[in-house]
């Protein structure tokens, strides 16, 4: 299928795509830059929100707010990119760790990952998935992931799915759990043959997961079975959302850099936009039903 950039210039780190069907507008973070970007129809991107560490991901929040993740902390801001302050009881993270992928979970509570922030530390069970509600409440769900990746659910909310990276699979769990925290190693898991990034879940179930190095999505159902591979005009997908009015559009992130100097990949460390692959759902707000 064809794909279309939409963003202006290539990215280093580009993530966690999230359409927020309250404005019709599409987010995005470039980790290693620290920047979150904005696009909606008839405007140029542009940069909402920076941390001169780095920044993670974007989710939203009641009251046509965003949550931010990076180097400085979890923090609310405004649809206009104004700081409201940190996020009570998120988890203050050592200098090793950084904050990773996550979204927000039925009951509008944020589920977020962690990871080591060296090369060295990434094959490390290091990793962790925290819940933070809106009152302050701080969980961990999961521990000894190595990197904590794509956050996900069934659409009935009964399971959760979340990226292993490293050890190539994706935890397929009940929801909400029962016994905190897991090991991740006594979870239930769909093993892969590719490095699973960000996921999202199409309004039938299904997975689809950005492979980045294998520069495809893959199609998948919870028993683990591959529907489709779609490949991709860049090798490095990191993350992908539906958007859209109808909900029918497939945003990807791409990155460079695991790409080396000289790379002749034109799409790579762009947004990518892709139709005929399934339909999303809108995205849950953090605090929206507490």
């Known amino acids: 299928m064809d794909f279309t950039r939409i963003s202006l210039g290539a990215g280093v780190l580009p993530e966690g795509p999230l359409w927020d069907h309250r404005v019709r507008r599409l987010y995005w973070v470039d980790i290693n830059q620290g920047l979150l970007w ?7 991107p542009s940069v909402l929100w920076s941390d001169d560490d780095y920044l993670s991901g974007v989710w939203l929040a009641h009251g046509g707010r965003l949550v931010v993740a990076g180097g400085h902390g979890v923090h609310l801001i405004s649809s206009e990119g104004d700081d409201l302050g ?50 302050g409440v701080c969980e961990e769900l999961i521990t000894g992931l190595t990197i904590s990746n794509g956050v996900g659910w069934s659409p009935d909310g009964s399971r959760l799915y979340v990226a292993d990276t490293i050890r190539r699979r994706v935890l397929n769990l009940p929801y909400p759990i029962q016994s905190m925290p897991l090991l991740a190693d006594d979870c239930d898991a769909i093993s892969l043959d590719v490095l699973p990034d960000g996921l999202t879940v ?10 980045i190095t294998a520069g495809q999505l893959l ?32 945003f990807v992130t791409t990155s460079t850099h695991l790409l080396a100097t000289g790379h002749t990949e034109s799409e790579s460390g762009h947004v990518l936009e892709g139709k005929g692959l399934g339909y999303g759902r809108p995205e849950v707000e953090f605090g929206g039903n507490v």
Do not use: H
């Not at 199409?202 to 492979?211: E, K, N, W």
């Not at 919870?222 to 109808?246: H, K, Q």
């Open 38 to 44: 904005c696009a909606w129809d008839g405007a140029l």
């Open 86 to 135: 940190p996020v009570p009881g998120a988890p203050n993270l050592e200098r090793r760790m950084r904050f990773n992928d996550g979204a927000v979970d039925p009951q509008g509570r944020l589920v977020i990952g962690t990871m080591g922030r060296t090369e060295q530390d990434f094959s490390q069970p290091l990793g962790k998935l925290y819940r933070v509600d809106a009152r």
């Open 202 to 211: 199409r309004s039938d179930g299904t997975l689809v997961v950005a492979c």
């Open 219 to 250: 199609l998948l159902l919870p028993s683990g079975e591959v529907l489709d591979r779609v490949e991709l005009p860049a090798s490095c997908p990191t993350a992908c959302c539906f958007g859209g009015i109808g909900m029918d559009r497939l």
